[in-house]
Structures are given as C-alpha cells and as structure tokens.
C-alpha cells in the first residue's frame, strides 16, 4: 500500500493560518472524527464524485481492495458536500486517515449563501496505486457488497454517504444509482 503522508506533510497550504477550511464529499461528510470549529454545507465546482478509489485500509483489505469515492475533473460539474474550519493541526491526523492514496489539494468552495473561501480537499488522482477507475454502477454496487475492511462493511460507507447527501438536499446520481443496485442484492 502506498502512504501518502509524508507527500501530504511538505504541502504546507495554509499551515501559517490560524484556521483552514475543509472540503469533504465522502466520509468525511457522515464520519467526524475530528475537531472542528464550525461546519457548513459547500460544493466545488469542475469535479464530480465517483466510487474509483480502492480501499485497502478502511473499506476492504490489500487482498480485497473495497471501493470509496475520489474526485474526477469534470467541467461543468458541481460536487457538493461539507466544509469544515479546522486548526491546520488537524491536518497531521487526517493525513494517517486518508493515507492510501489521497493527497492534499487547494480549493476554491462555495457556500449555501453563495460566499467563497479557498480551502483544501483530498483528491485521490488517477496515479495513485490504489486507484481502480471506472466500471458501471452495477458492478460497483457488487463489489462494495463483498468488500469489508478495518473501518466497517463497504456497503456502510455508500450507504451513509447516500443518506448524509439526501439530508444535505442534494442529488447524486452516481451514488444513488449504486445505491439502488446495491438495495437490490
Ligand atoms: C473525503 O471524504 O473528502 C475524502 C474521501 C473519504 O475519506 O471518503
């Protein structure tokens, strides 16, 4: 498994600041295991959010990668999830959370009220060891459904993804369409 954070530790974005805001848009939306100073809902524009990162670490296991989301270029597009303020030392135990292939990237991100802040997002780019590309949503579906890892049952991380992005009023087809196929196994 590659180990993304000593890469991660010499990006240091914003580090002087007294405070960073946070993109997630995977479990960093449903799991907050993190301090944080205030929370709001935000989208960034020009990626979108698909299941083609592997998981060895949290969803499945180095034999059976499971699969979590990353984000794609996409022009057009807008991914919406959480924002997070936290103190830039947060960012050390993030960096051990997301370490299987997830580097730090520098973004712009708009709030529900239209206001913009730069920030940072971890995005698992298409280099990265772990990452397992596109397949159709129904395969997806079938592969989540067999995959388990240290952090829980693959089908948990869809699943609370789903549910935390129809609280959040927002629509996904990718994911809801996974969704559904994962429902029907
Ligand atoms: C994120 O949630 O922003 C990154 C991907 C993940 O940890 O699931």
């Not at 939306?29 to 979108?48: H, L």
């Not at 698909?50 to 670490?57: E, L, T, V």
């Not at 180095?62 to 990353?70: A, Q």
Request: overall charge negative; hydrophobic content about 40%.
């Amino acid at each position: 498994m590659i180990d993304t954070t000593a890469i991660n530790r010499e990006r240091s974005l914003f580090q002087d600041h007294e405070s960073v805001w946070l993109f997630g848009y995977g479990s960093l939306i449903f799991k907050v295991d993190f301090p944080f100073q205030e929370r709001r809902p935000a989208s960034i524009q020009g990626w979108a959010r698909r299941f083609w990162q592997g998981s060895h670490d949290h969803r499945g296991t180095p034999e059976n990668p499971g699969r979590v989301v990353t984000l794609i270029e996409a022009p057009g597009a807008r991914c919406a999830g959480m924002a997070y303020r936290v103190s830039p030392a947060v960012f050390g135990q993030l960096d051990v959370r997301e370490k299987n292939g997830y580097l730090r990237f520098s973004t712009p991100m708009t709030f529900e009220d239209g206001s913009q802040e730069d920030g940072l997002v971890y995005i698992a780019t298409a280099d990265n060891a772990a990452f397992l590309g596109p397949a159709p949503e129904a395969e997806i579906a079938a592969h989540i459904h067999g995959s388990h890892g240290p952090s829980g049952a693959n089908r948990e991380y869809l699943l609370n993804l789903a549910q935390a992005l129809r609280e959040l009023g927002e629509q996904d087809e990718h994911i809801f369409e996974i969704e559904r196929n994962l429902q029907a196994l």
